[in-house]
C-alpha cells in the first residue's frame, strides 16, 4: 500500500523504527482486532491500538458509562455518562484516528455471537471482567486458533499473558482448568481496584498485540505476567500444555461452547 | 527461608501480607507453616476433598507445581513460591 503524507507523518514515529518500518505499520493498518469489554483494561488498549492505526478495532460491551468507571476508564469521559460504553469508546478512537474503522457493539458477547465476531477479526483483548466471558472467549478463541491477549486486574495487582493459540501452544484453561464457584473470588466491584493498575496490564496487553502483528521480539507466550504495584514488582510463571487441559488436553471435556461459572451481579462484559 | 507470594483476594488469609517467609522443605509444610500462623488458608485453595482447586497455582521459582513433584516439591532457602487464584477484572 502507498501512505498518504498525512499517514507518513502521523506514524513517523513507528515507520523510523528499524523493527517496524513502512512494511510494519503496513501490518498494523491491516490487522482486525475484537476489543471484550470497553472497561478499565479495553480502554487504554483501544486507545494505543487506534492510535498505532490498528485497520479495524471491534469493541464490544453491553454495559452504559456510569460516574463510577471515571477512576479508571480512561476512555470514557464525564460528559459520557449514560452513553452506552461501546459507543462512548467509539466516537473517542473515530476521534483519535479516522484510519481506524471503529465498530462499538453494545450487546452481551455470549455464545450465539462469539463465532461470528471471531471470524471477522484475526486477535482479540480480552478486558471482560467476569469469568464466563473470560472462559467462552478462551474456548471459542481456542476452537478458532485466534490470538488471545488477556490480562486481568484485582485490587493491586494483575496478570496478563497471550495465547498465540498455534500448534503445541497452550490456553487459559491450561492454566485455570475451570472457573471458582460463585463467592470464591471476589470482583473488582466488591474488592476495589487501584486505577492505574489497569492502565499498566492494558498497555501490556496493547503492546504484545502490536509485537504480534509488527512480527517483533518474544511474546508474553507461554509466561504469566504478575504484577504487585505495592511491592511494585514484576514475576512470571511458566505456562505449559497441559495434558488434562479440559479444553485442549488428550481427552477433552469440553468440545462446544459453554458458559461456566458465576456472573457477578451488575457485571459490565 | 522460603519466600511465599500471595496474590488477592488469598491475602486475606495472612492478614493481609502479600508476603510471607515460613520455615518447609517442601510445598505442603510451607502451606502447613502459614495455616498455623495465620489459619484460613487451606479454606481458600483446598475444596472439600483436600484437593487444590483448579482456580489456583502454586508455583516454585516459576514453575507450575503440576510440572514438578505437585505437592511433594522440594522448597529451599531463598526460594520464591507463588499462590495465585484466578482473577476477573477488568
Known amino acids: 500500500m502507498r501512505f498518504t503524507d498525512e499517514q507518513m507523518e502521523r506514524y513517523s514515529r513507528h515507520i523510523i523504527l528499524p523493527e517496524i518500518g513502512g512494511r510494519g505499520q503496513e501490518r498494523l493498518l491491516a490487522a482486525r482486532v475484537l476489543i471484550v469489554g470497553a472497561g478499565g483494561l479495553g480502554s487504554p488498549a483501544a486507545l494505543y491500538l487506534a492510535a498505532a492505526g490498528i485497520g479495524s478495532l471491534t469493541i464490544i460491551d453491553f454495559d452504559d458509562v456510569q460516574i463510577d468507571n471515571l477512576q479508571r476508564q480512561i476512555a470514557h469521559a464525564t460528559s459520557s455518562v449514560g452513553k452506552p460504553k461501546a459507543i462512548s469508546v467509539r466516537d473517542r478512537l473515530s476521534d483519535l484516528n479516522p484510519d481506524v474503522q471503529v465498530k462499538g457493539i453494545t450487546a452481551r458477547l455470549a455464545r450465539d455471537n462469539i463465532l461470528d465476531l471471531l471470524a471477522e477479526h484475526d486477535a482479540v483483548v480480552d478486558g471482560s471482567d467476569n469469568f464466563p466471558t473470560r472462559y467462552l472467549v478462551n474456548d471459542a478463541c481456542q476452537m478458532t486458533k485466534t490470538p488471545l491477549f488477556t490480562g486481568a486486574v484485582l485490587r493491586f495487582e494483575g496478570q496478563v499473558t497471550t495465547f498465540k493459540m498455534q500448534g503445541e501452544g497452550p490456553c487459559y484453561r491450561c492454566l485455570f482448568p475451570e472457573p471458582p464457584a460463585a463467592g470464591l473470588i471476589p470482583s473488582c466491584q466488591e474488592a476495589g481496584i487501584l486505577g492505574s493498575v489497569v492502565g499498566m496490564i492494558g498497555t501490556i496487553q496493547a503492546t504484545e498485540v502490536l509485537k504480534h502483528f509488527a512480527e517483533i521480539g518474544e511474546s508474553l507466550e507461554g509466561t504469566l505476567m504478575l504484577f504487585d504495584a505495592v511491592s511494585m514488582e514484576f514475576r512470571r510463571i511458566t505456562v505449559r500444555k497441559t495434558p488434562d487441559c479440559p479444553l485442549c488436553g488428550v481427552n477433552p471435556r469440553i468440545t462446544e461452547l459453554v458458559e461456566e461459572g458465576q456472573f457477578c451481579e451488575d457485571s459490565p462484559q | ?90
Open chain 2, 1 to 90: 527461608m522460603p519466600r511465599v507470594h500471595l496474590q488477592a483476594p488469598l491475602t486475606q488469609a495472612t492478614s493481609g501480607q502479600s508476603v510471607v517467609e515460613v520455615n518447609g522443605a517442601t510445598v505442603t509444610e510451607l502451606i502447613e507453616a502459614i495455616e498455623t500462623r495465620f489459619g484460613g488458608l487451606r479454606k481458600m485453595i483446598y475444596n472439600e476433598r483436600g484437593q487444590l482447586h483448579r482456580h489456583i497455582i502454586i508455583s516454585v521459582n516459576g514453575e507450575d507445581i503440576r510440572f514438578l513433584e505437585d505437592h511433594d516439591t522440594a522448597v529451599r532457602d531463598g526460594d520464591e513460591i507463588s499462590i495465585l487464584p484466578v482473577i476477573a477484572g477488568g
